[in-house]
């Protein structure tokens, strides 16, 4: 089947901050497909590069230029290409790009174009997402990834006055659907305990609660009462995860992880003893980013006192790179990878970083970002590459809830 690229538009639509952020449409002939591209507020500094205009308006964050760079660049570029090429047009965008990290273009006019294709070509192929990326990316086995739901928000993404960015439940038994469940029991005797301490039940960026806690432990006690209250088993039923999104508290020129919430303070050779106590205290099983981007002796540490029990996610250490994941795993640190569809820019680098990260048995996390759109391209990308968990949020929000329910749509689908 032959189906050529024959016109690309791009608009500037709105985040789920409100904030500028790029929408992109392919066509071949009268078929069409869109994709949108979410966007990070605690981002790693080794990710592709957004490309905002600067100026004025929307507070410098406008997205005008990048519209124009898909139009004017990357459309001449990609016109009459079929889209069946995936592989062959993210590498001619890329090497049209011309810079390590997309600055020239901007990975969010890049990453548009890169998802929409795709869709397009599942579409024309009469074939579900996932089961289109499965296949012409040669993994051999879908699944359902499990739910990691960022149930308080803290960190750059809620202004609770934890340093810790994300605390999250694992539901861990049973189907998807019955993992949400468990999950949305937790999530309102959460809501139920915070109503009774009349602590705020407002919201997050990500779907959490956002309640003024100022403390680490406080807010891993609040999710220890709220699996008790909805009669579950912590740890059998629902355990405990962590986001510490650790380069935000750490002070680079003092070598310093500040937790001031808790107020205690940790060099790189001992941020590990923390954690080690919260596993032994709250049985925390997933542990994302606890050391700073750069930190490798803290990461190293933290492997090798945790690596065998506890899951250890690297997110803006890799930044969903694969030439940074290949020297983490030579280096030994951590052994799970949090995939970013935009801190890479392009379908392909997302799809070669799964692959490797699966080659060295690290296991894959599929992750939103704190500025989202309703677009749920990832849920489909999860199952296509059989992709251990997913993190959408909580079960709040909309465009949290578009990625939930697209997977309990293919949930259904996969039972057939």
């Not at 016109?7 to 071949?28: M, W, Y």
């Not at 930190?295 to 690297?314: A, C, E, I, P």
């Not at 392909?348 to 939103?368: C, D, P, Q």
Request: charged share 25%.
């Amino acid at each position: 089947m032959s189906a050529k690229i024959t016109k690309i538009k791009a608009r500037q639509i709105l985040d789920s901050r409100g904030n500028p952020t790029v929408e992109v449409t392919v066509f071949s002939g009268s078929h069409f497909a869109v994709a949108s591209v979410p966007s990070g507020a605690s981002t790693g500094s080794h990710e592709a590069v957004e490309l905002r205009d600067g100026g004025k308006q929307w507070r410098g964050l406008g997205v005008a230029k990048a519209c124009r760079n898909i139009e004017k660049i990357i459309f001449p570029l990609l016109k009459n290409v079929s889209v069946f090429d995936q592989e062959e047009i993210d590498r001619l965008m890329i090497n049209k790009d011309g810079t390590v990290n997309k600055s020239k273009l901007g990975a969010n006019s890049i990453l548009g174009v890169s998802l929409a294709i795709a869709r397009l070509a599942s579409q024309l192929k009469g074939q579900s997402l996932y089961f289109y990326l499965a296949k012409i990316y040669g993994f051999k086995k879908l699944s359902m990834p499990t739910p990691l739901l960022n149930v308080i928000n803290g960190g750059l993404h809620a202004d609770s006055g934890t340093d810790v960015q994300e605390f999250f439940f694992i539901p861990k038994r049973g189907s998807f659907s019955q993992k949400i469940e468990m999950g949305s029991n937790a999530i309102n005797a959460l809501k139920h305990i915070l109503a009774s301490k009349k602590l705020s039940v407002g919201l997050g960026d990500e779907g959490g609660f956002a309640p003024k806690i100022y403390s680490n432990e406080k807010a891993l006690r609040l999710l220890t009462a709220a699996v008790h209250k909805s009669k579950l088993q912590l740890g059998k039923d629902i355990a405990l995860g962590i986001d510490a999104a650790a380069s935000e508290f750490y002070d680079i020129d003092k070598e310093l992880y500040s937790l001031n919430s808790d107020k205690k303070h940790y060099k790189p050779a001992s941020i590990h003893q923390l954690y080690a106590s919260w596993v032994k205290r709250f049985g925390l099983e997933i542990i994302e980013d606890g050391c700073s981007e750069d930190d490798f002796t803290g990461w190293q540490n933290l492997t090798r006192v945790l690596g065998s029990t506890v899951t250890l996610v690297g997110d803006d250490l890799f930044v969903t790179n694969p030439a940074r994941l290949q020297a983490g795993i030579i280096a030994g640190i951590a052994n799970s990878v949090l995939i970013k569809v935009n801190q890479i820019g392009t379908l392909s680098e997302t799809m070669a970083a799964i692959k490797m990260a699966k080659k060295f048995n690290y296991k894959i996390v599929i992750s939103h970002r704190s500025g989202e759109t309703t677009d749920d391209f990832i849920a489909d990308l999860a199952v296509a590459t059989a992709a251990d968990y997913i993190k959408a949020g909580s079960l709040a929000r909309g465009e949290r809830l578009a990625k939930y329910n697209r997977l309990l749509k293919i949930a259904e689908e996969l039972k057939k």
